[in-house]
């Protein structure tokens, strides 16, 4: 364990500098703006790289020990941890695309790209921003560019999935305002993979939501939150959810960084279930479809 991580540390030493093709710099003044100068920015990427090596390498050693025989094919962590600079270094679209396909070449199923590289990935990019180690720039660009992998990997991701099932119908969309979507994209992908029919366009308001519930049959509602700063809000939604819903006996999934953190959220707010991931999400979906039939 102890060799595999000091070889893993020694790869995110040698993977070399962080280049700025196609970078977007937004104006000085920003509230967002990245560091400008050399100096500034060597300074940021040394912090990234110091959280990398003490932080994440050692979770994604231990995670895939524990959760992987050897013989498994996935993505091994260093791929995710050089996944990780790729995006934060706002590499050329070609260069990203490559990464994935090599990881692809190695034998590693599109259910495992998406689950063992792209979400740990989302994971840690979200760290980082909390520690103030990458803007929020660097986060909207990386969770946008992993956006269009799913999209593009989404044919094969499909290929053997079941027809949809228009008695099956889903609402899965972040609270309105919400930025944070990649999680509920994988959850959404997942259930239309598995015959669901899936909506996920977000909401401006609360109003326009209530009045697709009022219109629509849902089985169920899907919401996600990456913070308890909105936790309030949740149970609010939660509750209009249900009295605005054609279907009085809706089901509510809720899923999210914070309820992970603490499980006992899912009742403070009023939900069914927490998903901790796409295919719990949908384990739980089938289980709600079962009970009431």
């Known amino acids: 364990m102890a060799e595999r991580q000091t070889r893993l540390t020694q790869q995110v030493v040698d993977m070399g500098h962080w280049?700025?093709?196609?970078?977007?710099?937004?104006?000085s003044d920003h509230p967002w703006s990245v560091p400008t100068s050399v100096t500034e920015r060597?300074?940021?990427?040394?912090?990234?790289?110091?959280?990398?090596?003490?932080?994440?390498?050692?979770?994604?050693?231990?995670?895939?020990?524990?959760?992987?025989?050897p013989a498994a094919i996935v993505p091994v962590a260093a791929e995710v941890i050089a996944f990780v600079k790729?995006?934060?270094?706002?590499?050329?679209?070609?260069?990203?695309?490559?990464?994935?396909?090599?990881v692809q070449a190695r034998g590693v199923s599109?259910?495992?790209?998406?689950?063992?590289?792209?979400?740990?990935?989302?994971?840690?990019?979200?760290?980082?921003?909390?520690?103030?180690?990458?803007?929020f720039i660097d986060v909207t660009l990386a969770v946008g560019t992993m956006q269009k992998l799913l999209r593009?990997?989404?044919?094969?991701?499909?290929?053997?999935?079941?027809?949809?099932?228009?008695?099956r119908q889903a609402l899965i969309v972040p609270l309105p305002g919400d930025q944070h979507t990649f999680g509920l994209s994988m959850v959404a992908e997942f259930m239309r993979r598995a015959g669901w029919s899936i909506w996920s366009t977000p909401f401006a308001s609360i109003e326009t939501l209530s009045?697709?519930?009022?219109?629509?049959?849902?089985?169920?509602v899907g919401y996600s939150v990456s913070s308890d700063e909105r936790l309030d809000e949740?149970?609010?939604?939660?509750?209009?959810?249900?009295?605005?819903?054609?279907?009085?006996?809706?089901?509510?999934?809720?899923?999210?960084?914070?309820?992970?953190a603490r499980p006992d959220y899912v009742t403070r707010v009023g939900a069914d279930a927490?998903?901790?991931d796409a295919p719990h999400a949908l384990s739980l979906a089938e289980s709600f479809v079962a009970s009431a039939a």
């Open 42 to 69: 060597e300074k940021r990427l040394e912090d990234i790289r110091q959280a990398v090596e003490a932080d994440i390498v050692p979770r994604l050693v231990q995670s895939h020990d524990r959760a992987y025989a």
């Open 274 to 276: 927490m998903g901790t």
């Open 110 to 135: 599109v259910d495992d790209i998406y689950l063992q590289l792209f979400q740990p990935t989302a994971r840690y990019i979200g760290e980082l921003w909390c520690d103030d180690l990458c803007s």
């Open 19 to 27: 280049g700025e093709t196609n970078r977007v710099v937004p104006p």
């Open 86 to 102: 790729i995006l934060l270094s706002h590499q050329d679209e070609a260069t990203i695309v490559a990464h994935v396909a090599a």
């Open 152 to 167: 593009m990997l989404a044919p094969i991701f499909h290929a053997n999935g079941r027809p949809e099932d228009g008695s």
């Open 234 to 260: 949740l149970t609010k939604v939660i509750r209009q959810t249900r009295r605005a819903s054609c279907n009085k006996a809706i089901r509510i999934l809720v899923g999210g960084p914070v309820f992970v």
């Open 211 to 220: 009045e697709t519930l009022g219109k629509l049959y849902f089985v169920l």
